[in-house]
């Protein structure tokens, strides 16, 4: 069992939580998920690092409340405790040798990007960060970007906070403008991802995306995380768990990815349906 440390709303529906997991916090770096269960008849759900705490041996974990499992997660408190949390899992974010390096952040992708941010800052690195949310009650992290980056810029889709428009209005106008990037990473909605991608690539900038499908073992054995990409001209087949979550941009299926992505939408909003309900009854 593993304890609830801290727990933060930080908008309506995102929450953090601190958990007390010593040997993953020892070990976890930027870029890496861990495979939680809340309960013991509870689903496994992988959610990526936000930060890690080695003193109190804790590590941050940031979630979107979209489906039952997250929305039982949401419902714990300080002091509560979960009863899975295995880590760390996936390959780390390769950032040896970035000396200039824009983060592109979308939605709850901002806290996978946020502790990659602060990596790079600390090794030196000038980072310049974009994060995007579809309004100013969504915004999420804004001072943790701003203490790690040489320029910060806010979107927002309705113009409600910051600057209106997408990320890739920013990006484009940067690389338009000259600005020169030894890598962009990006990581939120696979759409605007696959948009970041092609904003980037008529001027052949390296781009790393963070994919996050649908996993089961975390191990590669279920193959539910596989992934098509397209190297050199030739279809290869890769798995999130181990070989990612970070892949070369230009070479990943976003319409396969996305097709994949949706196949439980259907089931995942019924059952989230049912919990709600469940914990409406039991408060009564």
């Given at each position: 069992m593993y304890k609830i440390l801290q727990k933060k709303v930080l908008n309506p529906t995102v929450v953090q939580l601190q958990i007390e997991a010593p040997l993953v916090a020892n070990k976890a770096l930027p870029g890496q998920f861990i495979i939680l269960r809340v309960d013991e008849q509870g689903e496994r759900i992988p959610l990526t690092v936000a930060g890690v705490d080695k003193e109190?041996?804790?590590?941050?974990?940031?979630?979107?409340?979209?489906?039952?499992?997250?929305?039982?997660?949401?419902?714990?408190?300080?002091?509560?405790?979960?009863?899975?949390?295995?880590?760390?899992?996936?390959?780390?974010?390769?950032?040896?040798?970035?000396?200039?390096?824009?983060?592109?952040?979308?939605?709850?992708?901002?806290?996978?990007?946020?502790?990659?941010?602060?990596?790079?800052?600390?090794?030196?690195?000038?980072?310049?960060?974009?994060?995007?949310?579809?309004?100013?009650?969504?915004?999420?992290?804004?001072?943790?970007?701003?203490?790690?980056?040489?320029?910060?810029?806010?979107?927002?889709?309705d113009g409600s906070y910051g600057e209106h428009g997408n990320v890739t209005i920013p990006l484009k106008q940067m690389l338009e403008s000259g600005e020169k990037f030894d890598m962009i990473i990006t990581i939120g909605p696979l759409i605007m991802m696959k948009f970041v991608v092609a904003t980037a690539k008529p001027f052949g900038t390296p781009v790393t995306v963070s994919m996050n499908p649908i996993m089961i073992d975390g191990t590669g054995m279920c193959g539910g995380c596989r992934l098509t990409l397209n190297v050199d001209g030739k279809k290869v087949t890769k798995f999130a768990c181990v070989d990612g979550p970070d892949f070369n941009g230009y070479?990943?299926?976003?319409?396969?990815?996305?097709?994949?992505?949706?196949?439980?939408?259907?089931?995942?909003?019924?059952?989230?349906e049912q919990t709600c309900n469940l914990f409406k009854k039991e408060v009564e």
């Amino acid at each position: 069992m593993y304890k609830i440390l801290q727990k933060k709303v930080l908008n309506p529906t995102v929450v953090q939580l601190q958990i007390e997991a010593p040997l993953v916090a020892n070990k976890a770096l930027p870029g890496q998920f861990i495979i939680l269960r809340v309960d013991e008849q509870g689903e496994r759900i992988p959610l990526t690092v936000a930060g890690v705490d080695k003193e109190k041996g804790a590590v941050k974990i940031i979630f979107q409340i979209v489906g039952s499992t997250t929305q039982k997660l949401s419902y714990k408190e300080e002091g509560d405790y979960i009863q899975d949390f295995v880590g760390p899992l996936g390959v780390a974010t390769h950032l040896n040798g970035l000396k200039k390096v824009c983060i592109v952040g979308g939605g709850v992708g901002c806290a996978i990007a946020m502790p990659i941010a602060q990596a790079l800052h600390e090794m030196g690195a000038e980072v310049t960060s974009i994060i995007g949310f579809r309004n100013k009650d969504l915004l999420i992290l804004e001072d943790e970007f701003k203490a790690c980056s040489k320029t910060l810029r806010v979107m927002t889709d309705d113009g409600s906070y910051g600057e209106h428009g997408n990320v890739t209005i920013p990006l484009k106008q940067m690389l338009e403008s000259g600005e020169k990037f030894d890598m962009i990473i990006t990581i939120g909605p696979l759409i605007m991802m696959k948009f970041v991608v092609a904003t980037a690539k008529p001027f052949g900038t390296p781009v790393t995306v963070s994919m996050n499908p649908i996993m089961i073992d975390g191990t590669g054995m279920c193959g539910g995380c596989r992934l098509t990409l397209n190297v050199d001209g030739k279809k290869v087949t890769k798995f999130a768990c181990v070989d990612g979550p970070d892949f070369n941009g230009y070479e990943v299926d976003f319409d396969e990815a996305m097709s994949r992505g949706r196949m439980y939408s259907g089931f995942e909003r019924h059952k989230h349906e049912q919990t709600c309900n469940l914990f409406k009854k039991e408060v009564e």
